[in-house]
T-cell receptor, first 115, second 115 residues
Framework: DTGVSQNPRHKITKRGQNVTFRCDPISEHNRLYWYRQTLGQGPEFLTYFQNEAQLEKSRLLSDRFSAERPKGSFSTLEIQRTEQGDSAMYLC?????????????FGPGTRLTVL | AQSVTQLDSQVPVFEEAPVELRCNYSSSVSVYLFWYVQYPNQGLQLLLKYLSGSTLVKGINGFEAEFNKSQTSFHLRKPSVHISDTAEYFCAVSVPTGGGNKLTFGTGTQLKVEL
C-alpha cells in the first residue's frame, strides 16, 4: 500500500495558463475525491468519482475546472485560464465504498500558485 | 446541508498539559464525525471517527473524542500533549446515506505545544 500520490507537489503558473494535476489513489479504492484548501481554511469539496463516473460536482467547480477518471484508476484535474483566486492546495482522497466505513485517505496535495 | 464550527482558531498549550479542541456541527440528518490532523505541507491524516455505537471514540496518538448528540458537539481531547502534536486539526462531518460521503470540514484549529 503506497498511499495516495499526487503530482506535481508544487505548481507555479502565470494567470491565464492551463494546469493539470494528477492523483493516483490507493489501488483497490473505487471512490476518488478532489478538495481545495485555501490558506487558513479547511478543505472544501470539489467533486468525486465512483469508479470512472463523476457523480457530484460542487458549485465551487466553475466551467474552467474539469476532472476525469477515465479508467477508474488515476484522476486528473484541469484548470483552464487560471486566475489568482485559484491559488490553493488541491487535495485528492480515495476510499473503498463498503457499507458505512468510508474512511478517506488523503494525498499530500498539489500547491498551486497563480502569479 | 451540514456545517462544522471550530471556534478556536489557535490553541496554545504547554507540553504534558491536557488539551481540548472544540467542534460543533449542524445537520438535519444523522452524520458521521471525523477528526483529521494536518502537519505542515502534508495531507490530512485521520485521527478518529464516530460512525455509531459508543459515544467515546479513541483514536491514534492518544487522542479521544466524545460525541454529544444533544449539544451537537464532537470535542477532541488529549490528557497530555507532546511537542510533536503541534499541527492543524480539522473536524469534519459526512452524511451516511447519499452525497457520496463527501466531507464537510471546519476551518481548523492550530494546536501549538510549547515547552
Amino acid at each position: 500500500d503506497t498511499g495516495v500520490s499526487q503530482n506535481p507537489r508544487h505548481k507555479i503558473t502565470k494567470r491565464g495558463q492551463n494546469v493539470t494535476f494528477r492523483c493516483d489513489p490507493i489501488s483497490e479504492h473505487n471512490r476518488l475525491y478532489w478538495y481545495r484548501q485555501t490558506l487558513g481554511q479547511g478543505p472544501e469539496f470539489l467533486t468525486y468519482f465512483q469508479n470512472e463516473a463523476q457523480l457530484e460536482k460542487s458549485r465551487l467547480l466553475s466551467d474552467r475546472f474539469s476532472a476525469e477518471r477515465p479508467k477508474g484508476s488515476f484522476s486528473t484535474l484541469e484548470i483552464q485560464r487560471t486566475e489568482q483566486g485559484d491559488s490553493a492546495m488541491y487535495l485528492c482522497a480515495s476510499s473503498l465504498n463498503s457499507g458505512g466505513n468510508n474512511e478517506q485517505f488523503f494525498g499530500p496535495g498539489t500547491r498551486l500558485t497563480v502569479l | 446541508a451540514q456545517s462544522v464550527t471550530q471556534l478556536d482558531s489557535q490553541v496554545p498549550v504547554f507540553e504534558e498539559a491536557p488539551v481540548e479542541l472544540r467542534c460543533n456541527y449542524s445537520s438535519s440528518v444523522s452524520v458521521y464525525l471525523f477528526w483529521y490532523v494536518q502537519y505542515p505541507n502534508q495531507g490530512l491524516q485521520l485521527l478518529l471517527k464516530y460512525l455509531s455505537g459508543s459515544t467515546l471514540v479513541k483514536g491514534i496518538n492518544g487522542f479521544e473524542a466524545e460525541f454529544n448528540k444533544s449539544q451537537t458537539s464532537f470535542h477532541l481531547r488529549k490528557p497530555s500533549v507532546h511537542i510533536s502534536d503541534t499541527a492543524e486539526y480539522f473536524c469534519a462531518v459526512s452524511v451516511p446515506t447519499g452525497g457520496g460521503n463527501k466531507l464537510t470540514f471546519g476551518t481548523g484549529t492550530q494546536l501549538k505545544v510549547e515547552l
